[in-house]
């Protein structure tokens, strides 16, 4: 029995800001974020949208091709938490109608989140093979207006349907995990954006990339040339670009364009949405398989890397016909529907949903018809409404 990825559920809030014009607002040359940092644009959260609403619109991208009975496990990882004790993903399994029997917590290692919600639901689901785990990677980058990092902010949730002979993606044996207490970004609790060493970050971020990828490769006795795509998290896509060519630089031609190819098609997204954290390494996956033609049984490697730090690499293998369990074309609506902000627009956007709301105050949202959303606070609980 093979288990693995069967649903890919994506969600981006309803505005971004265009790289160009936030490098005329800041004085630097736009192609400093357009080639130096490969983003084009970035999407933003207003006050409705947080972690849980986005987790929600996420998940019921797909939620009609899952049998609700048999949803046994509910994972949530984000570092866009809403509450100190109360995991997102009660809001989540409320909102979905999930069973009262279902398990369901939320996890915090910075980016490296989701993939430790995939790995515990991999071998969860190997386990009890009738049952599936939806694992949801949901969050807000906010690193601050007019910071070194606000160019490679961004908003967006992916879920992600965990079950036995999925129709995406199996889920290989094997992972190489690495880990250090480091300080290269954390968001500290009286913080409502991230402080980061940004240059360490970039260093540290690529020295996990070759622990894991050679500890994985003596490990599975597998080659570079063995892959037809590496992906990677992205907080920025340059990031990611830098660690493909270190992964490609002694490879032959062939092997090389292969994966620089695929490299480009998984970015897609994450140049048009910016750094999503959690998600960020599975936006990239759903960028492949959107915008690349991939053989059957293609193995494709993941690349995971969470601040503090978390690294992991580990693998799985396309299943034959998957593009039919996509969900390509709405996706791509997704991204080309959001309004343009002005920057004195998003400055005011996100520095409004930086505060906390007055309790008892209705939040109104502008989303589509269909989107949760959050609508303020009564009596302190959280209240998330549908449009
Ligand atoms: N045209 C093309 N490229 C240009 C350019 C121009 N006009 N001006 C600068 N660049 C290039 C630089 O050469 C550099 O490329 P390199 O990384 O290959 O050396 C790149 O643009 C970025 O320039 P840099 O001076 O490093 O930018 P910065 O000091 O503003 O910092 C980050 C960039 C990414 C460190 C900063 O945005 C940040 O801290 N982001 C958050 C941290 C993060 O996401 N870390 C990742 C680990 S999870």
Redesign the pocket.
Known sequence: MQVGIDQIGFYTPNKYVDMVDLAHARN??P??F????GQRKMSVADQTQDAVSMGINATLRYLDQVELAKVGLLIVGTESGVDQSKSASLFIKSALNLPVNVRTFEVKEA?FGMTAGIMIARDYVRLHPNHSAIVIGADIAR?GVNT?????QGAGSISILIKADPQIMTLNDGHSAYSADIN??WRPNDSPVAL?D??Y??N??LDFFKHTYTAYQTQTGSKTSDFTALLY?L??V??GF?ANQLAIEKEDEETKKRLADNFTASACYSKEIG?IYTASLYLSLLSLLENAQLPENAKIGLFS?G?GAMGEFYSGQIVNNYEQALHKTADQTMIARRQKLSIPEYEQIFNRALQVPEDGLELASDEQSGMWYFAGTENHVRQYRQK
């Open positions: 630097e040359d192609n400093k357009l080639i130096g940092i980016c690193y070194g990092g606000e160019v490679t290269d970004f980061v940004g240059k970050s970039k540290v971020y998290h907080p920025f340059k990031m830098k750094n890397y601040s």
